[in-house]
C-alpha cells in the first residue's frame, strides 16, 4: 500500500522502514539519558520513569513493524 506525503508517494514497505528508524534512533537517545543519569547526570525523576516505559512500548513498536 502506497502512503502520500504531501506531494511525495512512498510505498508502505518503506513508511515502515522510516518508522522503525525513528523509533530505534529515539530509543537509542532514551537509554543514553538513563545510562548517564545512571553516571551521576541529573534527569528529572518523572522522566527516568517515563523512559523506561517509553522504551519498553518503543520495542514492541519496533517489533510489530518488523525489526
Known amino acids: 500500500m502506497s502512503k502520500q ?3 511525495l508517494t512512498i510505498d508502505g ?7 522503525v528508524l525513528t523509533l530505534k534512533e529515539q530509543r537509542k ?3 543514553k539519558e538513563l ?8 534527569l528529572h525523576p518523572e522522566d ?7 522504551i ?3 520495542d514492541a513498536l519496533i ?4 525489526e
Open 56 to 58: 519498553k512500548h518503543m
Open 29 to 31: 537517545y532514551l537509554k
Open 5 to 7: 506525503i504531501g506531494p
Open 35 to 42: 545510562a548517564d543519569y545512571k553516571k551521576g547526570e541529573y
Open 13 to 19: 514497505e518503506t513508511a515502515d522502514r522510516i518508522t
Open 48 to 54: 527516568v520513569v517515563k523512559n523506561g516505559e517509553l
Open 63 to 66: 517489533k510489530y513493524f518488523g
